[in-house]
């Protein structure tokens, strides 16, 4: 999805913050365009015909192009589910209750590889998942007539009944690929309720632990479908956790700063408890500075450890996935014999070794780069828990004001998320151009690698 979509869709939920009008729609459309609708027991036919007509045009221009009412009288989708699907690369899907894919983002680098510039948004969810069946098989991550193929689906529902319909539509799915790939499905079972209230919170700090308590199954992932669609082009699990890492404490430190602003108008026996407040906000502000960078030059920077680690580890994994589809060429080939079978199995189990090898390397490198930016994370928590005493000696007007009481409805709510996406965009472009480069530059060479190994002829030379 484009950045000019997203932002045409957050415009629109924006504008339009109920996305199922309700019986009240009526009275509020008609009270905000000043439409003196005449009871019909006191008009004749053709005027409650005229009203009924001019209501309808009203309501068309209210929503737009957005398909809030079907003309085929069917009901609205609004019951949103999660489906998981998992072969390594890791994929995440929200569907309606059409069972359409209305936003997806990878789990992993893989999963986000496999999704990148494909066009599986708006299918619906068997073809969703054929298609991502079909560019797994082509990148090696399935391979025709394997044993070892194996997709673990996870339903996330919100009764048993849709869980049920989910995991035969997605078995049906897999089943169309039983001819070519042998494949394993294993059915698990999604988030329970109080799980998706956890993802929520930890998503989208914008909402309240009682708001949260508040959304039913359906609207809680409704939080994980606008994440998706914050997320889609991110090409890296890192630089997407950076992102929610930005988010985060942006909207912290619009509530300290909102804090900071109001203590002006305190008189002077505050001014000490002020002094001390305005410190320990530079403070933070240069310790949230310090945190950034840190994550940006350990997880992010091309030169840094871990992302040099890292495209070793991917070198070590196209070459591991190419041998595992020769080798199951060399199995189906007559003409090589039980002795050359075997050293083409042999060849494959150094490659595996090599390869977890450099996967642990990798590991490694990441604990490393988790221990050094957890060092300066803990200065910032540390700083931010003594703000949080100073506040609470402030007078209870100023110590209450919260991000929710500075954004008090929904429409501006939105337009704060939209900017912190933009404002993040502009200042990292030029690692997210990057990124999504390097993916699909990776991605093209793994399907050709792939491709050649299976239109090689059998060498074990």
Do not use: W
């Not at 075997?342 to 060849?347: D, G, I, P, Q, V």
Request: hydrophobic share 35%; with cysteine; net charge negative.
């Amino acid at each position: 999805m484009s950045k000019y979509e997203r932002q045409l869709k957050k415009d629109l939920k924006t504008k339009l913050p109920d996305p199922n009008p309700q019986d009240d729609l009526y009275e509020r459309v008609t009270q905000e365009n000043a439409i003196n609708v005449v009871s019909p027991k006191r008009t004749n036919k053709r005027l409650v015909s005229i009203l009924a007509l001019s209501f309808c045009l009203v309501i068309a221009l209210v929503i737009g192009t957005v398909a809030l009412i079907n003309l085929n009288g069917k009901k609205v989708a609004k019951n949103y589910s999660i489906v998981q699907l998992d072969t390594n690369p890791s994929i995440e899907m929200v569907v309606d209750e059409n069972n359409k894919v209305v936003s997806l983002r990878g789990l992993n680098d893989e999963g986000k590889m496999i999704i990148c510039d494909e066009e599986l948004q708006n299918l619906d969810l068997d073809q969703a998942i054929k298609e991502i069946i079909r560019i797994e098989t082509e990148l090696g991550y399935l391979v025709v007539d394997s044993s070892e193929n194996k997709i673990t689906i996870t339903i996330s529902a919100e009764t048993s009944k849709i869980e049920e319909s989910l995991h035969a539509l997605a078995n049906d799915a897999v089943n169309t690929f039983k001819e070519t790939l042998n494949v394993t499905v294993e059915e698990v079972k999604g988030y329970t309720l109080e799980e998706l209230r956890a993802l929520v919170k930890d998503l989208d700090k914008t909402y309240t632990d009682e708001q949260i308590e508040k959304m039913d199954y359906s609207a809680l992932v409704n939080v994980i479908r606008l994440y998706h669609l914050d997320v889609v082009s991110f090409a890296s699990v890192e630089l997407e956790k950076m992102y929610q890492n930005f988010k985060n404490n942006e909207i912290r430190f619009t509530e300290l700063e909102a804090i900071k602003d109001a203590t002006k108008t305190l008189d002077s026996i505050y001014q000490l408890l002020i002094e001390q407040y305005n410190f320990a906000y530079d403070a933070l502000s240069d310790a949230y500075n310090k945190m950034q960078d840190a994550y940006y030059q350990n997880f992010i920077n091309p030169d840094s450890d871990y992302q040099q680690e890292l495209q070793v580890f991917y070198t070590y994994k196209e070459n591991y996935l190419k041998e595992k589809v020769r080798l199951n060429k060399v199995i189906d080939d007559e003409n090589v014999t039980v002795l050359e079978k075997e050293a083409s199995r042999l060849a494959l189990q150094k490659l595996e070794v090599e390869y977890n090898i450099k996967k642990a390397a990798l590991e490694s490198k990441k604990i490393i780069a988790d221990e050094i930016y957890q060092n300066v994370e803990t200065l910032f928590t540390t700083t931010l828990t003594t703000m949080e005493s100073i506040k609470a000696q402030l007078p209870k007007e100023i110590a209450t004001i919260t991000f929710n009481t500075l954004k008090d409805t929904e429409a501006k709510i939105n337009e704060y998320k939209t900017s912190l996406l933009n404002k993040f965009e502009e200042k990292y472009q030029t690692e997210i151009d990057k990124f999504k480069n390097d993916l699909l530059a990776r991605k093209e060479e793994l399907k050709t690698a792939i491709s050649d190994s299976l239109n090689d002829n059998v060498s074990l030379e």
